[in-house]
């Protein structure tokens, strides 16, 4: 009899450790997309000051390439869209403390960010540029002569860090416009801009009084760019490449580049001569 009672109380105790064992898995469980799909909604961060990737139209709309890329997602998940806005630290902690599904700012997709993010399908392929003052080229004519120099930018981008290495001093803002970053090199306050060759080229042909260029041939980091995810949240991640590559596919992703880039940029561009530097 003891012996039945034994082996009773170790087959309960078995049934007990599974229950508290799927209980766990349970709460571990990736619930990202389940939970966008139950809310009908993907919360999004951005800038809404990074034209022309987020940025105001005319009539105070919310528009741009991330912006429009990440409206078409949600419209094929058959989800409503909503976005916050925040400078890029700030995206950075809304994803961390979940107050956002995913962050669409024209990232990198470097191996920094990858070790603290999951990082979407590329919708962008570009490089990096330096805007300078038209008169004098702000004195630059090649990467080290950045040394001295006051390059303009937000914190703790590959851009700045790439200056920085090069001894530049930076100078930083907090999710300023872009007339305001070229205002600023116009008038000598800083001396370049650092940042993606597209949105340079889009940002000066759009404010063409403004006496800065971007210094030819100086062109370094082939990139890539996309959406940000956190971390756990595979399941989110998964459904959003799949419609990425469904976009690319389809000629999607080209024709929204085109309408803001006036050029193919889900493609890798076809220049030669861009200097890799390690930013890492």
């Given at each position: ?37 139950e809310e ?26 991330d ?28 994803l ?95 001396d370049t ?33 996309g ?35 006036d ?18």
């Amino acid at each position: 009899m003891k012996k039945k009672v034994i082996v009773l109380l170790l087959l309960l105790g078995g049934v007990l450790t599974a229950c508290t064992n799927n209980e766990e898995n349970s709460a571990e469980e990736d619930n990202s997309w389940q939970n966008v799909e139950e809310e009908g909604k993907l919360t999004v961060a951005t800038s809404g000051t990074l034209y022309p990737s987020s940025f105001y139209n005319d009539d105070n709309e919310l528009v741009g390439y991330d912006v429009d890329v990440a409206k078409e997602v949600a419209d094929r998940l058959d989800v409503d869209i909503e976005f916050e806005e925040y400078n890029v630290d700030g995206q950075i902690s809304s994803l961390q403390n979940e107050n956002t599904d995913f962050a669409a700012n024209d990232f990198s997709l470097n191996s920094d960010r990858e070790e603290n993010f999951l990082l979407s399908s590329p919708i962008k392929y570009s490089f990096a540029s330096l805007i300078v003052r038209e008169e004098d080229d702000s004195g630059i004519a090649s990467l080290e002569d950045l040394e001295g120099k006051k390059a303009a930018g937000e914190p703790n981008t590959s851009y700045m860090r790439a200056a920085e290495q090069y001894g530049a001093e930076l100078v930083t803002y907090d999710n300023a416009t872009n007339e305001q970053y070229l205002t600023d090199v116009a008038n000598g306050r800083t001396d370049t801009v650092v940042n993606d060759y597209y949105l340079q080229k889009m940002t000066t042909e759009a404010l063409p009084d403004v006496p800065v260029k971007i210094l030819d041939d100086v062109y370094f980091n082939l990139d890539h760019n996309g959406f940000l995810f956190e971390k756990e949240h595979e399941t989110l991640h998964e459904k959003v490449n799949e419609v990425l590559a469904e976009m690319k596919d389809d000629g999607t992703l080209k024709e929204i580049s085109e309408e803001y880039f006036d050029a193919d940029v889900s493609e890798k561009p076809d220049v030669e001569n861009i200097e890799q530097v390690d930013v890492e």
